[in-house]
Nanobody, 115 residues
Framework: QVQLVESGGGLVQPGGTLRLSCAAS????????MGWYRQAPGKQRELVAR???????NYADSVKGRFTLSRDNAKNTVYLQMNSLKPEDTAVYYC?????????WGQGTQVTVSS
């Protein structure tokens, strides 16, 4: 069992920055791939970024060059640094831990980009 707790969301102006954190507990964190997904009102949940247990990352095209995903296995935490935020980044952001076929979700944190 893995518990995920997200933090760091909030309201920011266009062009601003936020850093999301996802703290994991309850299992062997380093063996899990970790990802951030987001869901905007009326839209499907989509992958934002994923970091594999070995450290390789992949990003949605819409966030490449603006968002950076990293993990600290010593702290059982992943971070999503979000720069140059746009209004279309507004969504609830969810953390996910995956070790196929098992997956866990966090409760989500709201990110609102608005002037």
């Amino acid at each position: 069992q893995v518990q995920l707790v997200e933090s760091g969301g909030g309201l920011v102006q266009p062009g601003g920055t936020l850093r999301l954190s996802c703290a994991a507990s309850g299992s062997i964190f380093s063996s899990y791939a970790m990802g951030w997904y987001r869901q905007a009102p009326g839209k499907q949940r989509e992958l934002v970024a994923r970091i594999h247990s070995g450290g390789a990352t992949n990003y949605a095209d819409s966030v490449k060059g603006r968002f950076t995903l990293s993990r600290d296995n010593a702290k059982n935490t992943v971070y999503l640094q979000m720069n140059s935020l746009k209004p279309e980044d507004t969504a609830v952001y969810y953390c996910r831990a995956e070790n196929w076929p098992i997956a866990y979700w966090g409760q989500g944190t709201q990110v609102t980009v608005s002037s």
